[in-house]
């Protein structure tokens, strides 16, 4: 069956410091991997997108990595700020077909000042 | 900049109601997708449509019916709706290829009473 598990299902930091939240899939075929940022209320807006080759990607703050070999991925925030506060999504691809995707239960995320 | 519109953010309706939730994208895709979203269970997919007046099932169609009479207009019928639909409802319209993003409407809040 295809799976996306993300821990930890919440987490609370303060203005300032760094976190790794973690996505483990068990997806097959696999296309691609996809972090997304959802505000509260909000529809989710994509961060990163990365395929089979891909290790690291990067968008300002945020980095992504990827392990195709254990299934993993994470995605790590530098210098957290109040606005980051959100749930972060991981989705994967299943190759082929309409574009499936198959989304984690999501972390959401709480930067304290 | 909009790109995926859905017609309301917050709808509260009564039990055995029909509810109708719009979408509409002006990026002329093909592909259209249905989705709700309830806590620690990610997004689940209702319904999909790859063309105008195709649609396909999901993972949890039961419940729902969809329309497409033209091609930036996907809009989700919850025949008689009930209590377990309360949910956020979010639309999505992906670009075709393999490493491309998906946008998503803002969501839809549904309340049934």
């Known amino acids: 069956k295809n799976q996306v598990e993300q821990s930890p299902q919440s987490l609370i930091i303060l203005e300032g410091k760094n976190c790794t939240l973690q996505?483990?899939?068990?997806?097959?075929?696999?296309?691609?991997l996809r972090w997304y940022k959802q505000d509260t209320g909000r529809g989710p807006v994509s961060l990163t997108i990365?395929?089979?080759?891909?290790n690291t990607k990067s968008n300002g703050r945020y980095t992504a990595t990827l392990d195709a070999d254990t299934k993993q991925s994470s995605l790590h925030i530098t210098a957290s700020q109040l606005s980051d506060s959100a749930s972060y999504i991981c989705?994967?691809?299943?190759?082929?077909?309409?574009?499936?995707?198959?989304f984690g239960a999501g972390t959401r995320l709480a930067v304290h000042p | 900049d909009v790109k995926v519109t859905q017609s309301s953010r917050y709808l509260v309706k009564r039990t055995g109601e029909k509810v109708f939730l719009e979408c509409v994208q002006d990026m002329d895709h093909e592909n259209m997708f249905w989705y709700r979203q309830d806590p620690g269970l990610g997004l689940r997919l209702i319904y999909f449509s790859y063309d105008v007046k195709m649609k396909e099932k999901g993972d949890i169609p039961e419940g729902y019916s969809v329309s497409r009479e033209k091609k930036e207009r996907f809009s989700l019928i919850l025949e008689s709706a009930s209590t377990n639909q309360t949910s956020m409802y979010l639309c999505?319209?992906?670009?075709?290829?393999?490493?491309?993003?998906?946008?998503f409407g803002q969501g839809t809040r549904l309340t049934v009473v």
């Open positions: 990365m395929t089979f080759s891909e």
């Open positions: 989705v994967v691809r299943v190759r082929g077909g309409y574009n499936k995707l198959i």
């Open positions: 996505c483990n899939y068990t997806v097959s075929p696999f296309s691609n």
């Open positions: 999505a319209s992906p670009f075709p290829g393999e490493r491309t993003e998906a946008f």
